[in-house]
Antibody, heavy 121, light 107 residues
């Protein structure tokens, strides 16, 4: 069974840093692109970042570019999101998700339960 | 960035109803369109990928159609467990933007 478990969220002051982790199990982790998606409670889903299976290709949403860094450790089946210079508007539930590519069509077929990041003084 | 616009924003329906949710892309995304269902307190769940393909395990009352800029998600006969919020998402190019969501409520 595919499982994704996020951790690392919490309350952090503006300007602070936090590192989120997502541990995967039940599939060959290194074969999959992984994404981070965030959601302000009660609002919609916003794509944040993605990383290729071997870590060689990385992309970010403009809103986090230069502040967030995605990485992965395939030996630990873990994807990370290092978040620096945090702002109030980064407050959200952060999900990691697996990208299932079927003949070039990507979709997020598995999601974690999310980890809540609250940026506030 | 490609903008995704869903309609309606909310919808009231009854068990057994046929329900259609629409998603429009700001430019052609060919068939690179996914649909997700999210219930309160839960992570999103993939329903339809590549505009028309049903994800494994998803009931056949769900179906997707469309290509280019206009897409629909149809629930042929609404069941009690289908009351949720539905999101479309394109996967044409990064960023993979989502629609704003359609909340399906019980009438």
């Amino acid at each position: 069974e595919v499982q994704l478990v996020e951790s690392g969220g919490g309350l952090i002051q503006p300007g602070g840093s936090l590192r989120l982790s997502c541990v995967a199990s039940g599939f060959t982790f290194s074969n999959y692109w992984m994404h981070w998606v965030r959601q302000v409670p009660g609002k919609g889903l916003v794509w944040v970042s993605r990383i290729k299976g071997d870590g060689s290709d990385i992309m970010y949403a403009d809103s986090v570019k230069g502040r967030f860094t995605i990485s992965r450790d395939n030996a630990k089946n873990t994807v990370y999101l290092q978040m620096n210079s945090l702002r109030g508007e980064d407050t959200a539930l952060y999900y990691c998700s697996r990208d299932e590519d079927r003949n070039g069509y990507s979709s997020f077929d598995s999601w974690g339960q999310g980890t809540l990041v609250t940026v506030s003084s | 960035d490609i903008q995704m616009t869903q309609s309606p924003f909310s919808l009231s329906a009854s068990v057994g109803d046929r329900v259609t949710i629409t998603c429009r892309a700001s430019q052609s995304i060919r068939g690179y369109l996914n649909w997700y269902q999210q219930k309160p307190g839960e992570a999103p769940k993939l329903l339809v990928f590549a505009a028309t393909s049903l994800q494994s395990g998803v009931p056949s009352r769900f179906s997707g159609s469309g290509s280019g800029t206009d897409f629909t998600l149809t629930i042929s006969s609404l069941q009690p467990e289908d009351f949720a919020t539905y999101y479309c998402q394109h996967s044409y190019r990064i960023p993979y933007t989502f629609g704003q969501g359609t909340k399906l409520e019980s009438k």
